[in-house]
């Protein structure tokens, strides 16, 4: 079974083969293509009918907008959306049989929003499945962003290989025709963008929350004990002061004790009593003592 491996033709090869492809696309379909990637502020994607002009001219019929969910990093088409624009489009005689090996849809557009329009690997492994599922001649992809920039690579089927399904051709030109006239679509368009294109919710990532560590404060106390104002005031120490240094020793020693007040001595002065006054004091003595009169 064949797979997929992606090969790039050189340009220079194309030109020794005398065959330089490239993309034409009217005005209109054009304007409408970059209202799509203006009006919408996330990666959104479309479909175009692209015909096969042969031999070197692919040119673009119609543009498509599908409903489908985006982000700001993927955009997902709806299957059955394209499904039901495949039936549409085969009622209209637009899609037949005998012309889908030059006629189909086969172009993938999409948005890069304000990224560069380089390919990633998603946009990679999304034409794998396109070109294994469909099985289409050609495929076009385009990648465009807000600035204008844009990519275009080109897939063709390689029959004569038997070790890949397609080659492909990067920057592919893409050819805009003049400008006829025609009336601005903005406003049906931001309509159709209404119906088709849902922002999809993305869940945030769970984040535990880590209950924060109370820092101590030292302005009026330390770890260990409070100090009232009182103290402050006696000792000199001014806990209130925010720049004063949290674990400096106001003591100085560490294993000095707090500074304390002198102990008070109280002094009497002892004097001697007048005789008369000790005669009298003692004969009270005896007599509450002995209960006895006084001698005088």
């Given at each position: 079974m064949r797979t997929l491996k992606?090969?790039?033709?050189?340009?220079?090869?194309?030109?020794s083969l005398k065959w330089s492809p490239k993309v034409v696309i009217d005005h209109k379909l054009n304007r409408k293509m970059e209202l799509i990637i203006d009006l919408i502020d996330t990666e959104v994607g479309w479909y175009g009918l692209v015909e096969w002009q042969k031999p070197d001219i692919f040119?673009?019929?119609?543009?498509?907008?599908?409903?489908?969910?985006?982000?700001?990093i993927f955009t997902e088409i709806d299957a059955m959306a394209l499904c039901d624009l495949e039936d549409e489009l085969e009622k209209?005689?637009?899609?037949?049989?005998?012309?889908?090996?030059?006629?189909?849809?086969?172009?993938w557009g999409h948005s890069h929003v304000n990224m560069s329009p380089t390919p990633s690997g998603t946009?990679?492994?999304?034409?794998?499945?396109?070109?294994?599922?469909?099985?289409?001649?050609?495929?076009?992809?385009?990648?465009?962003?807000?600035?204008?920039?844009?990519?275009?690579?080109?897939?063709?089927?390689?029959?004569?290989?038997?070790?890949?399904?397609?080659?492909?051709?990067?920057?592919?030109?893409?050819?805009?025709?003049?400008?006829?006239?025609?009336?601005?679509?903005?406003?049906?368009?931001e309509i159709e963008i209404k119906e088709k294109v849902a922002t999809k919710y993305v869940a945030p990532a769970k984040v535990s929350k880590i209950k924060p560590i109370e820092t101590p404060s030292y302005t009026t106390s330390t770890m260990l004990m409070d100090y009232d104002d009182t103290y402050a005031n006696t000792y000199g120490y001014d806990y209130a002061d925010p720049y004063a240094d949290p674990y400096a020793d106001p003591y100085g020693d560490p294993y000095d004790v707090p500074p304390c007040e002198p102990p008070k001595v109280i002094t009497t002065e002892v004097k001697k009593a007048d005789p008369e006054v000790r005669k009298i004091a003692l004969n009270t003595f005896n007599k509450r003592r002995f209960g006895l009169p006084s001698r005088q």
């Open positions: 992606e090969m790039a033709i050189k340009t220079e090869i194309g030109n040119k673009v019929k119609d543009i498509y907008l599908l409903k489908q969910e985006v982000t700001g209209k005689g637009l899609l037949k049989d005998e012309n889908l090996d030059t006629t189909g849809l086969y172009l946009d990679t492994d999304t034409m794998k499945k396109i070109c294994e599922r469909s099985k289409p001649p050609f495929f076009i992809r385009l990648i465009q962003n807000k600035k204008g920039d844009r990519t275009v690579t080109l897939y063709i089927e390689d029959k004569n290989s038997l070790v890949q399904n397609y080659a492909l051709i990067y920057d592919v030109p893409w050819v805009e025709t003049e400008d006829l006239g025609e009336e601005d679509i903005r406003e049906s368009l």
